[in-house]
């Protein structure tokens, strides 16, 4: 007899299930950030000071007189035993790909507090020294990361390339990248504090699973006939479809900027799905009346794991990758803009007085403000 917790084709399959629960990551992350908060005072003995307020945001924001210096640093995630195993199947490598993804995933939550991504570095851990042996597939890393560099315009200052045998696992590796940006002139930061009611939300269209939700997706492969090469509705296979790099987001935001468009705020829809609209302190409603147009791949999943619109969106991007919250008379602009840096873009909804909310009103979603705690 089935018990509850035993996964079946016909049983819903949540991001808990396939190994990643927030409610035990999210208490570490802000206890993290009050013991962090307590070594600010470090940065008076040379002269500089922190912005306090960027504690709890994407990115974190030192005053160093003339301008503001953000940081951030991101890993890749599970995406890379992915495209081992697509390379097993298939021959082909895809690290250009995931060099990509690795450097959107510290550019793109940079660039939310109105920074210009300036300096890259890496830090590839590999298994062991035999990692690096396969000349065509670091090759492929090493292409891939710089591409991602040039379509930024920031250098890449470094690295570090450890053989960590007995931490991580043989024929791995684990994949980070650092970012350091400017925020110049001081103008340009942007934390919040002019957001407010009727605001506009701007979404900028993904192109896949991005690099979050990989663990769900890795752990449906358990329930697919032919595995990472199930073909989709559109017939491509589904290891190839997760496999779209991430969409690197600073053309757009750097074209805001030229265009004399300042967000009021931004958000990088990554883990936590569309909940990561919610993650302004300040008790705001925000109403969606537009949906951006679903990946395949992100339907794919949904369907195959039984998963309801709230576990999709909820989890996943379903077809938003950034978020940009704009005073309403520049909304339709920055959609134009968008869209001239290559980049699908909706006018999403409206940020009202009201509860702390997320209302997805296409379907009749509601997301309270205990959804989501990063602070």
């Not at 979404?203 to 769900?216: F, P, T, Y």
């Amino acid at each position: 007899m089935d018990t509850p917790d035993r996964d079946t084709a016909d049983t819903p399959l949540s991001y808990r299930q396939s190994g990643v629960n927030y409610e035990l990551i999210d208490p570490l992350k802000v206890a993290a950030q009050r013991a962090a908060a307590a070594t600010a005072g470090h940065l008076q003995a040379h002269g500089f000071s922190e912005v306090a307020d960027s504690r709890g945001e994407s990115a974190y924001v030192v005053d160093v007189g003339p301008f503001y210096l953000a940081s951030i640093v991101e890993c890749l995630g599970s995406k890379a035993l992915v495209a081992d195993e697509m390379s097993r199947l298939t021959g082909r490598s895809h690290y250009d790909a995931i060099a990509q993804d690795t450097i959107a995933m510290a550019i793109n939550d940079l660039i939310t507090v109105g920074a210009t991504p300036l300096v890259v570095q890496a830090y590839w851990a590999a298994g062991g020294s035999d990692w690096f042996a396969d000349a065509a597939r670091a090759e492929a890393l090493v292409a891939g990361w710089k591409r991602a560099c040039d379509v930024c315009g920031v250098a890449w200052g470094g690295g570090e390339t450890p053989a960590l045998a007995g931490i991580v696992e043989a024929g791995r590796i684990d994949l980070a990248a650092s970012c350091t940006g400017l925020v110049n002139p001081k103008e340009r930061l942007s934390l919040g504090e002019r957001l407010g009611p009727g605001d506009a939300i701007v979404l900028l269209a993904s192109s896949g699973i991005h690099a979050n939700g990989l663990s769900l997706a890795r752990k449906l492969v358990e329930r697919l006939p032919e595995g990472y090469l199930t073909p989709m509705a559109d017939g491509t296979a589904y290891g190839e479809a997760l496999l779209a790099p991430t969409l690197l987001y600073s053309p757009v935001t750097e074209a805001l900027y030229r265009a004399g468009i300042r967000p009021h705020y931004a958000s990088n829809i990554t883990g936590h799905g569309w909940r990561k609209l919610l993650r302004h302190p300040k008790a705001l409603r925000y109403r969606v009346h537009s949906l951006p147009e679903v990946p395949t791949v992100l339907r794919f999943i949904q369907t195959q794991a039984r998963q309801n619109d709230y576990e999709a969106y909820g989890t996943l991007n379903m077809g938003a990758g950034f978020a940009l919250f704009v005073h309403a008379d520049d909304a339709q602009r920055t959609v134009e803009v968008a869209r001239a840096q290559g980049v699908e873009a909706i006018l999403a909804g409206v940020v009202e007085a009201g509860t702390k909310e997320l209302l997805i009103e296409p379907l009749g979603l509601r997301f309270a403000a205990d959804a989501l705690q990063l602070r």
